[in-house]
Nanobody, 127 residues
Framework: QVQLVESGGGLVQAGGSLRLSCATSGRTFSIYGMGWFRQASGQEREFVAYISWPGGSRYYADSVKGRFTISRDSAKNTVYLQMNSLKPVDTAVYYC????????????????????WGQGTQVTVSS
């Protein structure tokens, strides 16, 4: 119903920047919001950023506030994650995900709130 494809990952030095893209296709008009998550080796998948489709409200994990920016291009059905001032602790596989509902308890920061996931893109930050 909804397909997501991430791109833009790579290897950068600490202090550098990357912009991740997530192209959506399918029944994108049914998307309630889009989130970015990341999973470091041996760690749980954690919330990074979220943007709501109806109003464009944005939320960030405390660890990335002031450094990362989530945005969307409605014409291209694409969401982005601009990552600045990257740190080695940002090293992880980054995933975009589509949230298809707003029922009570469907929190934007929970992995279980999302219905579709991309394949992930590796971000490695060296020191």
């Amino acid at each position: 119903q909804v397909q997501l494809v991430e791109s833009g990952g790579g290897l950068v030095q600490a202090g550098g920047s990357l912009r991740l893209s997530c192209a959506t296709s399918g029944r994108t008009f049914s998307i309630y919001g889009m989130g970015w998550f990341r999973q470091a080796s041996g760690q749980e998948r954690e919330f990074v950023a979220y943007i709501s489709w109806p109003g464009g409200s944005r939320y960030y994990a405390d660890s990335v506030k002031g450094r990362f920016t989530i945005s969307r291009d409605s014409a291209k059905n694409t969401v982005y994650l601009q990552m600045n001032s990257l740190k080695p602790v940002d090293t992880a596989v980054y995933y975009c995900a589509a949230k298809m509902s707003s029922y009570s308890g469907s929190y934007y920061y929970l992995v279980t709130s999302y219905d579709y996931w991309g394949q992930g893109t590796q971000v490695t930050v060296s020191s």
